[in-house]
C-alpha cells in the first residue's frame, strides 16, 4: 500500500508569492489534515478536511486555506508568502480520523 | 496553560538504558499519540491509547485517563532510537506536545 505522498519536498518561495503544496493519501483514507511545524511554535494544526469538506480549522490566518478533491487528494495554499511561513508542512491522512499515517512533508523555505 | 506537557525536553542515554517520556495534558481526549520524528522530518505514528498499556518490540506506552498522565518507555535503548518523540492529543484536532529529543549514544 503506498504510503502518504507530499510533493513537492522542498521549495523556495519569495515574499508575496503564494504556494501550493499537494497531498495524496492512502487509498480508502477520506481524511487528510495539514499541519505546520516551525522551531519556535512546535507542530501546529492547520485544517482538516474530509470528504471534500473542511471538517475543522486551526488558529492561523485566512491566507492559509486548502481544499480536498473528489479522490481525497488534498492541496494547501499559502497566499502573500511571510517570512514567518518558512516551515515544513505536513499532512497526514486517516480513514477513520483517529490513527494517522503523516507524509514527509514539504519544506517550505521564504526568502 | 499548555493544554500538554512533555517531559523531558532532551534526554541522552547510553546504549542499553531504560528510557521513559513522560506526556501530562489538561483537557479530554478521545485517544493520545505518540509519534517519532527523525532528522529529516518524517512522523512515524508509534501509538495511538484511549486506556491502559501497549507495547511493539521495545517500546511501551501507558496512559492513565484519570490522572491525564502518559508515559512512552524504550527498553535496552539503540542508537536507531535518537529521534523527537512527540505526544499528540486527540480531541477535535491533534494537539501536539513539544517532543523529547533523545539521542541514545553507544
Known amino acids: 500500500k503506498a504510503g502518504v505522498t507530499q510533493t513537492p519536498r522542498y521549495l523556495i518561495k519569495t515574499r508575496g508569492q503564494q504556494v501550493t503544496l499537494s497531498c495524496s493519501p492512502i487509498?480508502?483514507?477520506?481524511?487528510v489534515s495539514w499541519y505546520q511545524q516551525t522551531p519556535g511554535q512546535g507542530l501546529q494544526f492547520l485544517f482538516e478536511y474530509f470528504s471534500e469538506t473542511q471538517r475543522n480549522k486551526g488558529n492561523f490566518p485566512g491566507r492559509f486555506s486548502g481544499r480536498q478533491f473528489s479522490n481525497s487528494r488534498s492541496e494547501m495554499n499559502v497566499s502573500t508568502l511571510e517570512l514567518g511561513d518558512s516551515a515544513l508542512y505536513l499532512c497526514?491522512?486517516?480513514?477513520?480520523?483517529?490513527?494517522?499515517?503523516f507524509g514527509s512533508g514539504t519544506r517550505l523555505t521564504v526568502v | 496553560k499548555n493544554e500538554v506537557e512533555q517531559s523531558p525536553q532532551n534526554l541522552t542515554a547510553q546504549e542499553g538504558e531504560f528510557i521513559t517520556i513522560n506526556c501530562s495534558y489538561s483537557v479530554g481526549i478521545s485517544a493520545l499519540h505518540w509519534l517519532q520524528q527523525h532528522p529529516g522530518g518524517g512522523i512515524v505514528s508509534l501509538f495511538m491509547l484511549s486506556s491502559g498499556k501497549k507495547k511493539h518490540g521495545r517500546l511501551i506506552a501507558t496512559i492513565n485517563i484519570q490522572e491525564k498522565h502518559s508515559s512512552l518507555h524504550i527498553t535496552a535503548s539503540h542508537p536507531r532510537d535518537s529521534a523527537v518523540y512527540i505526544c499528540?492529543?486527540?480531541?477535535?484536532?491533534?494537539?501536539f506536545g513539544t517532543g523529547t529529543r533523545l539521542q541514545v549514544f553507544p
Open positions: 499528540a492529543l486527540n480531541t477535535d484536532k491533534l494537539i
Open positions: 487509498s480508502g483514507h477520506r481524511s
Open positions: 497526514a491522512s486517516s480513514e477513520t480520523g483517529d490513527g494517522y499515517t
